[in-house]
Protein backbone atom coordinates (compact mmCIF):
# COMPACT_ATOMS: atom_id res chain seq x y z
CA UNK A 1 0.00 0.00 0.00
CA UNK A 2 1.32 3.47 -1.05
CA UNK A 3 2.71 6.04 1.87
CA UNK A 4 -0.06 8.83 2.89
CA UNK A 5 0.79 11.27 4.81
CA UNK A 6 2.26 14.82 5.52
CA UNK A 7 4.84 16.15 2.91
CA UNK A 8 5.00 19.77 3.87
CA UNK A 9 4.46 21.93 6.86
CA UNK A 10 4.53 26.07 7.30
CA UNK A 11 3.73 27.64 10.03
CA UNK A 12 2.59 31.67 10.04
CA UNK A 13 2.66 33.33 13.61
CA UNK A 14 0.31 36.50 14.50
CA UNK A 15 3.09 39.40 14.21
CA UNK A 16 2.48 40.43 17.88
CA UNK A 17 3.81 39.21 21.27
CA UNK A 18 3.00 39.27 24.41
CA UNK A 19 5.06 38.61 27.57
CA UNK A 20 2.97 36.47 29.83
CA UNK A 21 5.14 36.45 33.11
CA UNK A 22 6.69 39.70 32.16
CA UNK A 23 3.60 41.81 30.76
CA UNK A 24 0.91 40.31 31.29
CA UNK A 25 0.77 38.73 35.17
CA UNK A 26 2.37 42.24 36.90
CA UNK A 27 -0.81 43.95 35.72
CA UNK A 28 -3.00 41.44 36.27
CA UNK A 29 -1.61 41.01 39.70
CA UNK A 30 -0.40 37.98 39.34
CA UNK A 31 2.41 35.67 40.06
CA UNK A 32 4.66 35.68 36.80
CA UNK A 33 5.36 31.94 38.09
CA UNK A 34 1.67 30.94 37.52
CA UNK A 35 2.74 31.07 33.77
CA UNK A 36 6.36 30.04 33.56
CA UNK A 37 5.61 27.21 35.99
CA UNK A 38 2.10 26.42 36.14
CA UNK A 39 0.94 26.99 32.97
CA UNK A 40 4.28 26.26 31.22
CA UNK A 41 3.85 29.39 29.41
CA UNK A 42 6.37 32.23 28.24
CA UNK A 43 4.82 34.46 25.37
CA UNK A 44 1.90 34.19 23.49
CA UNK A 45 0.94 35.56 20.00
CA UNK A 46 -1.51 38.15 18.42
CA UNK A 47 -2.70 39.30 15.33
CA UNK A 48 -1.45 42.48 14.12
CA UNK A 49 -4.43 44.95 12.57
CA UNK A 50 -4.16 43.86 9.24
CA UNK A 51 -4.00 40.02 10.49
CA UNK A 52 -6.78 37.41 10.92
CA UNK A 53 -6.87 34.03 10.53
CA UNK A 54 -7.55 34.11 6.81
CA UNK A 55 -4.45 36.08 6.48
CA UNK A 56 -2.55 33.94 8.09
CA UNK A 57 -3.73 30.86 6.49
CA UNK A 58 -3.29 32.13 3.83
CA UNK A 59 0.14 33.24 4.17
CA UNK A 60 1.45 29.99 6.31
CA UNK A 61 -0.13 27.80 3.03
CA UNK A 62 1.26 30.71 -0.35
CA UNK A 63 5.11 29.69 1.50
CA UNK A 64 4.40 25.91 1.56
CA UNK A 65 2.88 26.23 -2.09
CA UNK A 66 6.38 28.61 -3.16
CA UNK A 67 8.38 26.31 -1.43
CA UNK A 68 7.17 22.79 -3.23
CA UNK A 69 7.11 24.45 -6.39
CA UNK A 70 3.30 23.61 -7.08
CA UNK A 71 0.95 24.70 -9.31
CA UNK A 72 -3.05 25.56 -8.09
CA UNK A 73 -4.08 22.64 -10.60
CA UNK A 74 -1.96 19.96 -8.15
CA UNK A 75 -3.75 21.01 -5.37
CA UNK A 76 -7.33 18.89 -5.36
CA UNK A 77 -8.52 20.11 -2.17
CA UNK A 78 -8.40 22.78 -0.16
CA UNK A 79 -9.84 22.32 3.91
CA UNK A 80 -10.17 24.91 6.79
CA UNK A 81 -9.80 23.71 9.97
CA UNK A 82 -10.94 26.34 12.44
CA UNK A 83 -12.86 27.53 15.64
CA UNK A 84 -12.64 30.78 14.51
CA UNK A 85 -14.90 31.44 11.56
CA UNK A 86 -16.62 34.72 11.16
CA UNK A 87 -19.45 33.31 8.44
CA UNK A 88 -21.78 30.12 8.99
CA UNK A 89 -22.31 30.23 5.31
CA UNK A 90 -19.10 30.49 3.40
CA UNK A 91 -15.65 28.80 4.19
CA UNK A 92 -12.96 30.26 5.00
CA UNK A 93 -10.96 27.96 2.76
CA UNK A 94 -12.74 30.08 -0.45
CA UNK A 95 -11.52 33.00 1.45
CA UNK A 96 -8.20 31.39 1.26
CA UNK A 97 -8.01 30.54 -2.53
CA UNK A 98 -9.13 33.65 -3.17
CA UNK A 99 -6.43 35.61 -1.91
CA UNK A 100 -3.99 32.79 -3.71
CA UNK A 101 -5.38 33.41 -6.57
CA UNK A 102 -4.41 36.97 -6.46
CA UNK A 103 -0.80 35.49 -6.61
CA UNK A 104 -1.05 32.68 -9.31
CA UNK A 105 -1.34 32.70 -12.38
CA UNK A 106 -3.59 29.65 -11.90
CA UNK A 107 -6.40 29.38 -10.02
CA UNK A 108 -8.55 26.86 -7.40
CA UNK A 109 -11.83 26.22 -9.52
CA UNK A 110 -11.33 22.38 -9.43
CA UNK A 111 -10.24 22.14 -5.81
CA UNK A 112 -12.52 20.68 -3.40
CA UNK A 113 -13.16 22.99 -0.12
CA UNK A 114 -14.32 23.02 3.17
CA UNK A 115 -14.15 23.97 6.53
CA UNK A 116 -13.84 21.23 9.48
CA UNK A 117 -15.32 22.06 13.17
CA UNK A 118 -14.61 20.10 16.00
CA UNK A 119 -12.59 22.65 18.49
CA UNK A 120 -9.30 22.26 18.34
CA UNK A 121 -9.88 18.96 16.80
CA UNK A 122 -10.56 19.68 13.34
CA UNK A 123 -7.16 20.32 12.03
CA UNK A 124 -6.49 16.36 12.34
CA UNK A 125 -10.34 15.22 11.38
CA UNK A 126 -9.12 17.50 8.62
CA UNK A 127 -5.62 16.00 7.63
CA UNK A 128 -8.38 12.64 7.85
CA UNK A 129 -10.64 13.41 5.24
CA UNK A 130 -7.88 14.38 2.97
CA UNK A 131 -6.00 10.53 4.22
CA UNK A 132 -9.33 8.97 3.35
CA UNK A 133 -9.50 10.50 -0.28
CA UNK A 134 -5.96 10.01 -1.60
CA UNK A 135 -6.76 6.58 -0.23
CA UNK A 136 -9.81 6.39 -2.18
CA UNK A 137 -8.23 6.84 -5.39
CA UNK A 138 -10.37 9.95 -5.80
CA UNK A 139 -7.69 12.31 -6.24
CA UNK A 140 -6.31 12.17 -9.74
CA UNK A 141 -2.57 12.16 -8.21
CA UNK A 142 -3.53 15.42 -6.77
CA UNK A 143 -2.52 16.74 -3.19
CA UNK A 144 -4.36 18.38 -0.83
CA UNK A 145 -4.39 21.13 1.41
CA UNK A 146 -4.99 21.37 4.79
CA UNK A 147 -4.88 24.60 6.78
CA UNK A 148 -5.59 25.06 10.83
CA UNK A 149 -5.93 28.44 11.31
CA UNK A 150 -7.21 30.41 14.90
CA UNK A 151 -7.31 33.39 16.52
CA UNK A 152 -7.34 32.30 20.34
CA UNK A 153 -9.32 35.04 21.91
CA UNK A 154 -11.01 34.53 25.58
CA UNK A 155 -13.33 37.50 27.13
CA UNK A 156 -11.35 40.23 29.05
CA UNK A 157 -11.43 38.79 32.44
CA UNK A 158 -11.93 35.06 31.69
CA UNK A 159 -9.07 32.61 32.83
CA UNK A 160 -8.58 31.49 29.69
CA UNK A 161 -7.15 34.58 28.99
CA UNK A 162 -3.86 33.72 29.75
CA UNK A 163 -3.87 31.03 27.47
CA UNK A 164 -4.41 32.71 24.22
CA UNK A 165 -2.76 32.77 20.76
CA UNK A 166 -2.77 33.34 16.77
CA UNK A 167 -1.13 31.91 13.99
CA UNK A 168 -1.91 29.34 11.08
CA UNK A 169 -0.46 26.19 10.38
CA UNK A 170 -0.50 24.68 6.35
CA UNK A 171 0.17 21.55 5.32
CA UNK A 172 0.12 19.55 2.35
CA UNK A 173 -1.52 15.80 2.37
CA UNK A 174 0.02 13.52 0.02
CA UNK A 175 1.21 10.04 -1.77
CA UNK A 176 4.69 9.40 -0.52
CA UNK A 177 4.94 12.35 1.88
CA UNK A 178 8.52 14.00 3.23
CA UNK A 179 7.59 14.06 6.59
CA UNK A 180 5.06 11.62 8.50
CA UNK A 181 3.53 8.78 7.22
CA UNK A 182 -0.15 8.47 8.96
CA UNK A 183 -1.11 4.65 10.42
CA UNK A 184 -4.68 3.73 9.70
CA UNK A 185 -5.36 2.66 13.01
CA UNK A 186 -6.93 5.18 15.26
CA UNK A 187 -8.35 5.20 18.67
CA UNK A 188 -11.31 7.52 19.37
CA UNK A 189 -12.80 9.34 22.88
CA UNK A 190 -15.95 11.51 22.40
CA UNK A 191 -19.02 12.26 24.72
CA UNK A 192 -21.32 15.09 24.42
CA UNK A 193 -19.71 17.29 26.93
CA UNK A 194 -20.49 21.08 28.28
CA UNK A 195 -16.91 22.04 29.13
CA UNK A 196 -16.09 25.07 26.60
CA UNK A 197 -18.48 26.14 23.10
CA UNK A 198 -19.09 29.40 21.52
CA UNK A 199 -23.01 28.62 20.89
CA UNK A 200 -22.79 32.02 18.16
CA UNK A 201 -20.71 34.02 19.85
CA UNK A 202 -16.72 34.82 19.44
CA UNK A 203 -15.36 34.26 22.84
CA UNK A 204 -15.56 30.76 24.57
CA UNK A 205 -17.99 30.04 27.29
CA UNK A 206 -15.65 28.21 29.51
CA UNK A 207 -15.45 25.81 32.29
CA UNK A 208 -11.81 25.73 32.45
CA UNK A 209 -11.12 23.20 35.19
CA UNK A 210 -14.02 20.87 34.03
CA UNK A 211 -12.34 21.13 30.89
CA UNK A 212 -9.14 19.74 32.37
CA UNK A 213 -11.17 16.87 33.71
CA UNK A 214 -12.82 16.42 29.90
CA UNK A 215 -9.57 16.27 28.08
CA UNK A 216 -8.01 13.87 30.51
CA UNK A 217 -11.04 11.46 30.32
CA UNK A 218 -11.56 11.46 26.39
CA UNK A 219 -7.82 10.55 25.71
CA UNK A 220 -7.67 8.03 27.95
CA UNK A 221 -10.85 6.72 26.41
CA UNK A 222 -8.86 7.31 23.19
CA UNK A 223 -5.91 5.52 23.85
CA UNK A 224 -7.54 2.00 24.88
CA UNK A 225 -8.91 2.19 21.50
CA UNK A 226 -6.10 2.73 19.63
CA UNK A 227 -4.55 -0.35 21.52
CA UNK A 228 -7.76 -2.17 21.04
CA UNK A 229 -6.71 -1.71 16.76
CA UNK A 230 -3.24 -1.11 16.94
CA UNK A 231 -1.21 -2.45 19.63
CA UNK A 232 -0.71 -2.23 23.79
CA UNK A 233 1.13 0.50 24.06
CA UNK A 234 5.29 0.83 25.40
CA UNK A 235 6.43 4.32 26.32
CA UNK A 236 9.60 2.74 23.98
CA UNK A 237 7.65 2.50 21.19
CA UNK A 238 7.76 6.61 20.26
CA UNK A 239 10.56 9.22 19.60
CA UNK A 240 8.16 11.86 20.43
CA UNK A 241 4.12 11.71 22.03
CA UNK A 242 2.69 15.07 20.31
CA UNK A 243 -0.35 16.17 22.01
CA UNK A 244 -3.17 18.81 21.38
CA UNK A 245 -1.42 21.78 24.01
CA UNK A 246 -3.79 24.66 25.06
CA UNK A 247 -0.90 25.41 27.47
CA UNK A 248 1.96 22.85 28.22
CA UNK A 249 0.88 22.15 32.03
CA UNK A 250 -2.21 20.30 30.58
CA UNK A 251 0.45 17.91 28.45
CA UNK A 252 2.14 17.50 32.14
CA UNK A 253 -1.04 15.90 33.20
CA UNK A 254 -1.68 14.30 30.35
CA UNK A 255 1.31 12.68 30.19
CA UNK A 256 1.91 11.01 33.24
CA UNK A 257 -1.05 9.42 32.94
CA UNK A 258 -0.25 8.10 29.14
CA UNK A 259 2.59 6.84 31.18
CA UNK A 260 1.05 5.18 34.05
CA UNK A 261 -1.24 3.20 31.31
CA UNK A 262 1.46 2.50 28.99
CA UNK A 263 3.83 0.86 31.72
CA UNK A 264 1.04 -1.19 33.27
CA UNK A 265 2.13 -4.78 33.57
CA UNK A 266 5.60 -4.01 31.90
CA UNK A 267 9.03 -4.75 32.91
CA UNK A 268 8.90 -0.65 33.55
CA UNK A 269 6.08 -1.39 36.54
CA UNK A 270 8.14 -4.16 37.99
CA UNK A 271 11.11 -1.87 38.51
CA UNK A 272 9.46 0.35 40.36
CA UNK A 273 7.42 -1.60 42.68
CA UNK A 274 10.41 -2.13 44.92
CA UNK A 275 10.55 1.75 45.47
CA UNK A 276 6.24 2.91 44.74
CA UNK A 277 4.94 0.19 44.51
CA UNK A 278 2.51 -1.75 41.85
CA UNK A 279 0.26 0.44 40.24
CA UNK A 280 -3.54 0.35 42.69
CA UNK A 281 -5.95 -2.30 40.40
CA UNK A 282 -9.80 -1.47 40.85
CA UNK A 283 -10.34 -4.62 41.83
CA UNK A 284 -8.51 -4.32 45.09
CA UNK A 285 -10.75 -1.58 46.09
CA UNK A 286 -13.99 -1.03 48.05
CA UNK A 287 -15.17 1.38 45.57
CA UNK A 288 -13.92 3.70 42.60
CA UNK A 289 -13.38 6.51 45.06
CA UNK A 290 -10.96 4.78 46.59
CA UNK A 291 -9.57 3.33 44.13
CA UNK A 292 -8.78 7.01 42.44
CA UNK A 293 -7.62 7.86 45.71
CA UNK A 294 -4.92 5.11 45.19
CA UNK A 295 -4.36 6.19 41.40
CA UNK A 296 -3.64 10.16 42.90
CA UNK A 297 -1.28 8.83 45.61
CA UNK A 298 0.61 6.91 43.44
CA UNK A 299 0.92 9.48 40.43
CA UNK A 300 2.21 11.34 42.79
CA UNK A 301 5.18 8.68 43.38
CA UNK A 302 5.64 8.23 40.13
CA UNK A 303 5.70 11.79 38.62
CA UNK A 304 8.91 11.71 41.08
CA UNK A 305 10.85 8.47 39.88
CA UNK A 306 14.08 9.05 36.71
CA UNK A 307 11.91 6.75 34.55
CA UNK A 308 9.26 9.17 34.23
CA UNK A 309 11.64 12.15 34.52
CA UNK A 310 13.71 11.16 31.91
CA UNK A 311 10.68 9.57 29.74
CA UNK A 312 9.21 12.98 29.94
CA UNK A 313 12.44 14.46 29.08
CA UNK A 314 12.82 12.90 25.88
CA UNK A 315 9.65 12.25 24.60
CA UNK A 316 7.36 14.85 25.23
CA UNK A 317 9.08 18.17 26.66
CA UNK A 318 10.44 18.70 23.40
CA UNK A 319 6.89 18.92 21.85
CA UNK A 320 6.08 22.04 23.89
CA UNK A 321 9.09 24.34 22.31
CA UNK A 322 6.76 26.18 20.34
CA UNK A 323 3.44 26.07 22.30
CA UNK A 324 5.45 27.90 25.36
CA UNK A 325 6.19 30.55 23.25
CA UNK A 326 2.73 31.14 21.10
CA UNK A 327 -0.05 30.17 23.54
CA UNK A 328 -2.89 28.05 21.93
CA UNK A 329 -3.41 28.09 18.42
CA UNK A 330 -6.45 25.82 18.83
CA UNK A 331 -6.79 23.45 15.50
CA UNK A 332 -2.96 24.56 14.96
CA UNK A 333 -1.98 23.46 18.30
CA UNK A 334 -1.46 19.95 18.25
CA UNK A 335 0.44 20.39 14.70
CA UNK A 336 2.55 22.45 16.28
CA UNK A 337 3.60 20.18 18.92
CA UNK A 338 4.36 17.63 16.04
CA UNK A 339 6.72 20.32 14.43
CA UNK A 340 8.67 21.51 18.08
CA UNK A 341 8.84 17.80 18.53
CA UNK A 342 10.79 17.39 14.81
CA UNK A 343 12.86 20.50 14.97
CA UNK A 344 14.18 19.63 18.03
CA UNK A 345 15.51 16.16 16.85
CA UNK A 346 17.15 18.25 13.50
CA UNK A 347 18.44 20.43 16.13
CA UNK A 348 19.94 17.32 18.04
CA UNK A 349 20.83 15.37 15.14
CA UNK A 350 18.62 12.96 15.48
CA UNK A 351 18.30 9.65 13.26
CA UNK A 352 14.06 9.98 13.41
CA UNK A 353 13.34 8.40 9.88
CA UNK A 354 11.47 5.30 10.78
CA UNK A 355 10.69 5.97 14.32
CA UNK A 356 7.07 6.50 15.39
CA UNK A 357 5.25 9.26 16.72
CA UNK A 358 1.78 9.08 19.37
CA UNK A 359 -0.18 11.60 17.99
CA UNK A 360 -2.90 13.02 20.74
CA UNK A 361 -5.25 15.40 19.34
CA UNK A 362 -7.97 16.51 21.42
CA UNK A 363 -11.66 18.79 20.63
CA UNK A 364 -13.77 20.62 23.53
CA UNK A 365 -17.19 19.58 23.52
CA UNK A 366 -15.77 16.95 23.22
CA UNK A 367 -13.74 14.24 21.44
CA UNK A 368 -9.91 13.29 21.60
CA UNK A 369 -7.82 11.02 18.84
CA UNK A 370 -5.32 9.25 18.99
CA UNK A 371 -2.69 7.74 16.04
CA UNK A 372 0.52 6.52 15.08
CA UNK A 373 3.04 8.44 12.66
CA UNK A 374 6.21 6.81 11.19
CA UNK A 375 8.45 9.45 10.56
CA UNK A 376 10.21 9.48 6.35
CA UNK A 377 13.14 10.09 5.09
CA UNK A 378 13.04 13.75 4.05
CA UNK A 379 11.58 15.11 7.62
CA UNK A 380 14.76 17.08 7.81
CA UNK A 381 15.06 18.74 4.85
CA UNK A 382 11.40 19.61 5.54
CA UNK A 383 11.57 20.88 8.94
CA UNK A 384 14.61 22.82 8.25
CA UNK A 385 13.02 25.49 5.54
CA UNK A 386 10.48 26.65 7.99
CA UNK A 387 11.52 30.18 9.30
CA UNK A 388 9.75 29.95 12.34
CA UNK A 389 12.24 31.56 14.32
CA UNK A 390 12.66 34.22 12.43
CA UNK A 391 9.17 34.88 12.49
CA UNK A 392 9.27 34.49 16.28
CA UNK A 393 12.09 36.98 16.62
CA UNK A 394 10.16 39.32 14.65
CA UNK A 395 7.38 39.91 16.56
CA UNK A 396 6.12 43.29 18.45
CA UNK A 397 6.00 43.08 21.57
CA UNK A 398 3.07 44.61 23.19
CA UNK A 399 2.88 46.76 26.62
CA UNK A 400 -0.27 45.94 28.23
CA UNK A 401 -1.76 48.72 27.20
CA UNK A 402 -1.34 48.09 23.41
CA UNK A 403 -2.62 44.60 24.21
CA UNK A 404 -5.80 45.93 25.82
CA UNK A 405 -6.65 47.74 22.06
CA UNK A 406 -5.32 44.48 20.40
CA UNK A 407 -7.56 42.60 22.05
CA UNK A 408 -10.54 45.22 21.12
CA UNK A 409 -9.28 45.57 17.49
CA UNK A 410 -10.72 41.73 17.16
CA UNK A 411 -13.38 41.65 18.88
CA UNK A 412 -16.09 41.48 16.67
CA UNK A 413 -18.54 43.36 18.60
CA UNK A 414 -16.39 46.46 18.63
CA UNK A 415 -15.47 49.22 15.73
CA UNK A 416 -12.00 49.73 16.85
CA UNK A 417 -9.40 51.64 14.42
CA UNK A 418 -5.76 50.40 15.49
CA UNK A 419 -2.31 51.91 13.97
CA UNK A 420 -0.55 48.55 13.17
CA UNK A 421 2.55 47.77 15.16
CA UNK A 422 4.25 45.96 12.24
CA UNK A 423 4.92 46.46 8.31
CA UNK A 424 3.53 43.96 6.39
CA UNK A 425 6.00 42.72 3.74
CA UNK A 426 5.60 40.37 1.10
CA UNK A 427 1.83 39.01 2.34
CA UNK A 428 -1.66 39.36 2.35
CA UNK A 429 -3.56 41.92 4.81
CA UNK A 430 -6.55 42.44 5.53
CA UNK A 431 -8.10 45.53 4.31
CA UNK A 432 -11.73 46.20 5.07
CA UNK A 433 -15.52 44.94 4.35
CA UNK A 434 -17.20 45.03 0.54
CA UNK A 435 -20.68 46.15 0.16
CA UNK A 436 -21.92 42.26 1.42
CA UNK A 437 -20.26 42.52 4.79
CA UNK A 438 -17.45 40.06 3.26
CA UNK A 439 -14.35 40.38 4.57
CA UNK A 440 -11.48 41.80 1.52
CA UNK A 441 -7.51 41.16 1.11
CA UNK A 442 -4.96 42.51 -0.69
CA UNK A 443 -1.68 40.82 -1.13
CA UNK A 444 1.66 43.54 -0.22
CA UNK A 445 4.95 43.05 -1.86
N1 LIG B 1 3.78 29.09 40.99
C1 LIG B 1 3.71 27.86 40.42
N2 LIG B 1 2.53 27.35 39.94
C2 LIG B 1 1.42 28.10 40.04
C3 LIG B 1 1.43 29.37 40.65
C4 LIG B 1 2.68 29.87 41.13
N3 LIG B 1 2.77 31.06 41.70
N4 LIG B 1 0.17 29.87 40.60
C5 LIG B 1 -0.60 28.93 40.01
N5 LIG B 1 0.15 27.87 39.68
C6 LIG B 1 -0.27 26.66 38.99
C7 LIG B 1 -1.55 26.07 39.57
O1 LIG B 1 -1.28 25.22 40.67
C8 LIG B 1 -2.09 25.31 38.37
O2 LIG B 1 -1.39 24.11 38.18
P1 LIG B 1 -2.07 22.71 38.54
O3 LIG B 1 -3.30 22.60 37.68
O4 LIG B 1 -1.05 21.70 38.18
O5 LIG B 1 -2.41 22.78 39.99
C9 LIG B 1 -1.70 26.22 37.17
O6 LIG B 1 -0.62 27.03 37.65
C10 LIG B 1 -2.81 27.15 36.72
O7 LIG B 1 -3.23 27.91 37.81
P2 LIG B 1 -4.77 28.05 38.16
O8 LIG B 1 -5.44 26.73 38.09
O9 LIG B 1 -4.90 28.85 39.39
O10 LIG B 1 -5.20 28.93 36.89
P3 LIG B 1 -6.62 29.49 36.52
O11 LIG B 1 -7.63 29.22 37.56
O12 LIG B 1 -6.40 30.89 36.13
O13 LIG B 1 -7.08 28.67 35.25
C11 LIG B 1 -7.21 27.33 33.33
C12 LIG B 1 -6.30 27.80 34.46
C13 LIG B 1 -8.43 26.64 33.89
C14 LIG B 1 -6.44 26.37 32.45
C15 LIG B 1 -7.65 28.57 32.49
O14 LIG B 1 -6.53 29.18 31.93
C16 LIG B 1 -8.64 28.25 31.40
O15 LIG B 1 -9.84 28.23 31.61
N6 LIG B 1 -8.14 28.02 30.14
C17 LIG B 1 -8.99 27.76 28.98
C18 LIG B 1 -9.50 26.36 28.94
C19 LIG B 1 -8.41 25.36 28.63
O16 LIG B 1 -7.39 25.67 28.05
N7 LIG B 1 -8.65 24.10 28.98
C20 LIG B 1 -7.73 23.02 28.69
C21 LIG B 1 -8.46 21.74 28.35
S1 LIG B 1 -9.65 22.04 27.07
C22 LIG B 1 -8.74 22.08 25.61
O17 LIG B 1 -7.64 21.63 25.58
C23 LIG B 1 -9.36 22.71 24.40
C24 LIG B 1 -8.78 24.06 24.21
O18 LIG B 1 -7.79 24.21 23.52
C25 LIG B 1 -9.41 25.21 24.86
Sequence with gaps: MTAVGIDAVEIWTGKLRLDLPGT???????????????????????????????????????????????????????DVATESAFDNSKPVSTYIAGCLEQVYDDDFHHANKGERKFACLAGTQAIDDAYNWIRAGRNRGRAALVVATDTALYARGDPGEATQGAGAVAMLVTEDPSVVELSTEQGYGSADETDFLKPNQQFPSVDGKRSMQVYLARMREA????????????????????????????????????????IRDTEIEDALEGRIGRQPREEAHEDREAYEEAIRGYMDELKGTEEYRSWY?????????????????????????????????????????????????????????????????????????????????????????????????HNHDMDVEMEEFTRPDGEFVFTGWGRMSERKYDYVE
Design 24 to 78: FAPAEGEDPEKYTKGLGLETSSFPDAYEDIVTMGANAAKRLIDRKGLDPQEIGRI
Design 223 to 262: LTDFESVAWDAHPDDFAYTPFHTPFPGMVRKAGLLGYRHM
Design 313 to 409: GDVIGPTLDISRRVGNWYTGSVHLARMSALRHAADNDVDLAGRKLLVASYGSGAQAEIHAETVVDGWREEVEATNLDDQLARRYDLSYEEYEGVHDR
